[in-house]
């Protein structure tokens, strides 16, 4: 079946104002109203290509409500909140846990993300870091990426856990996953520790990610462009060194700007690394402890808002840059051959994203040529 979209009154990053899916893949971009099986008139609405969230947390269970309250009071966020969290997955069910990876992503998707990476890392064991990527191999997400180098689980020490995380637990969830992530951060783990794990990774075949430089100053992106890492995610304090690095190297800089105002960190240098000639992408980091929403358009709307990016440059670090981030060149983009994930905005263009800050903006979704909105 072959379905047109008409009547487009701005189609991003493309020319024209109509589209055709055929199958799961965008076949004719262009102008007119070429024959096809079905029509969905877009009545003059941008189209947008899905949402790519390339860093959340989804597989999970409990609640941080009450942390989250003592934060907005004024108490500082320490990553050691983690451990909550990992408390209440492990006593979850299996069963349990992927439930609420079900709610999440059709949160997720309702809002237009049509593509997704979610992590392990609140097991922190071999036993339930396995069954959490399990249940991300078993739903249908997008991307699965191993962070059993999440914390330092209580009664280990770092160097004693890395050794875990690099040999026996890599050696079990390595068969469920694409990408090993760190976090490197103080508190967490150091750049020899994190270069030990990343090393381990990328020699059993996987794709590297880093969580850096969240908390402060450090070395997260100078490690992760060493190792050529996919992305550095977070970015928050970043030195004129560090984004000369990433304009230099292939590593995506991944913000989250929706975690930096949950923690009441300072949003990241977004304007520095464009200008510099970085390439960026935003993520929702959707987490119960730092960052509890999976809505892209909010991401999209602060960027704009708050961090000096222009709305074009916030949609494409969205798209584009999600699926850059992912070593990805079938999403993220509306282009002939590409995954027919389109994205209609009860709106006549992208503008109204940051125009209208927090209003419902999604009309209709298609992810793989499969109308899901």
């Not at 899905?50 to 907005?72: K, Q």
């Not at 059709?106 to 036993?127: H, R, S």
């Not at 739903?139 to 689980?153: C, I, K, N, Q």
């Not at 976090?183 to 150091?190: H, M, S, T, Y």
Request: a negative charge.
């Amino acid at each position: 079946m072959s379905l047109l979209i008409k009547n487009i009154g701005e189609l991003f990053d493309a020319e024209g104002d109509a589209l055709v899916i055929e199958g799961d893949r965008i076949a004719w971009i262009g102008t007119g109203a070429p024959a096809a099986d079905e029509v969905f008139d877009a009545e003059g609405r941008a189209v947008l290509p899905g949402w790519v969230d390339s860093h959340s947390h989804l597989v999970f269970a409990g609640d941080r409500t009450a942390e989250f309250t003592a934060r907005m009071a004024g108490q500082p966020y320490a990553a050691g909140g983690i451990s909550v969290t990992t408390n209440a997955t492990r006593a979850a069910t299996d069963e349990e846990l992927a439930a609420n990876l079900a709610r999440h992503v059709a949160e997720a998707l309702a809002g237009g993300t049509t593509c997704l990476e979610t992590k392990t890392g609140y097991g922190l064991n071999v036993p339930d870091e396995l069954r959490s990527a399990q249940v991300i191999a078993a739903s249908g997400v997008d991307e699965g990426t191993f962070l059993g180098a999440h914390l330092v689980p209580a009664g280990s020490t770092a160097d004693d856990y890395v050794k875990l995380v690099a040999g026996e637990m890599l050696d079990a969830v390595a068969p469920y996953v694409r990408w090993a992530d760190v976090f490197c951060e103080r508190g967490a783990f150091d750049y020899d520790q994190s270069r030990f794990v990343l090393e381990a990774a990328a020699s059993r075949g996987l794709g590297l990610r880093v969580h850096g430089n969240q908390l402060g100053p450090g070395p997260g992106v100078r490690l992760a462009c060493e190792m050529t890492a996919a992305s550095v995610d977070h970015c928050t304090y970043l030195t004129r060194d560090d984004i000369d690095m990433l304009a230099g190297c292939d590593t995506v800089a991944t913000l989250l700007p929706a975690c930096d105002l949950s923690t009441r960190q300072p949003l990241p240098d977004a304007r520095g690394l464009l200008d510099a000639g970085a390439t960026v992408a935003l993520a929702s980091n959707c987490n119960p402890g730092s960052s509890y929403t999976s809505s892209m358009a909010f991401c999209v709307t602060t960027a704009v808002l708050q961090m000096r990016m222009t709305v074009h440059e916030a949609v494409r670090a969205a798209t584009l840059g999600g699926a850059l981030a992912l070593r990805r060149d079938d999403v993220g983009v509306l282009r002939v051959g590409a995954r027919a994930d389109v994205h209609v905005l009860a709106a006549p263009s992208a503008t109204w994203l940051a125009y209208r800050p927090g209003m419902p903006l999604t009309h209709a979704v298609w992810r793989a040529g499969v109308r899901v909105v």
